[in-house]
Structure formats: C-alpha cells, structure tokens
C-alpha cells in the first residue's frame, strides 16, 4: 500500500502564495495518477489538479487554472501544489491523492489533509 502525508497548510492572505508537499511512502514513478482534492465543510470534495504518471499529462479545475501548478519529484517521492494568488473561496481542507494500477486493480490513496485558510 501506499502512505500519503500533506504539509505545508496554513492561513494566508488574499493574493498571497502557499506551497503543499505530499511525500509518498512508495516510488511515484510506480503510481499511475497523483494529485490534489479539496472539501470545505458540508461541500463535495473536488478535484483540484491530477497528474498522470505516463506520459506527465495534467489536469486542472477551471477555478484554479492560472494560479495552481503541481510538480512531482522522483529523488523525493514527493509531489507539490504551488498555489498563487489565493482566494478567499480557496479555503479548504486540502488532500494529497495517489492512485495505483496493478494487473488490472485499481486502488486509491488519500493523505489525512491539510487545512488552507484564506482570509485577512
């Protein structure tokens, strides 16, 4: 299995930056998708941003394109969310996601989360 551990949450200003780490207990190589998901109180979780082991396509939430980027880090078995320019409507728990494929099972992955508060 994998283990999955967020960091970098915290409260931030309007407009300012935050940067999320996720470190992984297994290769990320080895992982077929990470990435990111977000849930505010009494609201679905959604999807923030996904990146595809093979072939490195990503994918981002229309409400955080431009301001969002997500990076991974073989050496590190890590993966980052470089957020910018922060909303007040980016307020969640955030969630370090992985997925795994092997012969044909599927299993997913999530970190405990990490709170992001957005206010002045």
């Known amino acids: 299995q994998v283990q999955l551990q967020e960091s970098g949450g915290g409260l931030v200003q309007p407009g300012g930056p935050l940067r999320l780490s996720c470190a992984a207990s297994?290769?990320?190589?080895?992982?077929?998708?990470m990435g990111w998901y977000r849930q505010a109180p009494g609201k679905q979780r959604e999807l923030v941003t996904t990146f595809l082991s093979r072939g490195g396509r990503t994918n981002y939430a229309d409400s955080v394109k431009g301001r969002f980027t997500i990076s991974t880090d073989t050496d590190k078995n890590s993966e980052d969310l470089q957020m910018n320019n922060l909303e007040r409507g980016d307020t969640d728990l955030y969630y370090c996601?992985?997925?795994?494929?092997?012969?044909?099972?599927?299993?997913?992955?999530w970190g405990q989360g990490t709170q992001v508060a957005v206010a002045s």
């Open positions: 297994k290769s990320i190589a080895s992982i077929h998708t």
């Open positions: 996601y992985g997925q795994t494929i092997v012969a044909g099972v599927v299993e997913d992955y």
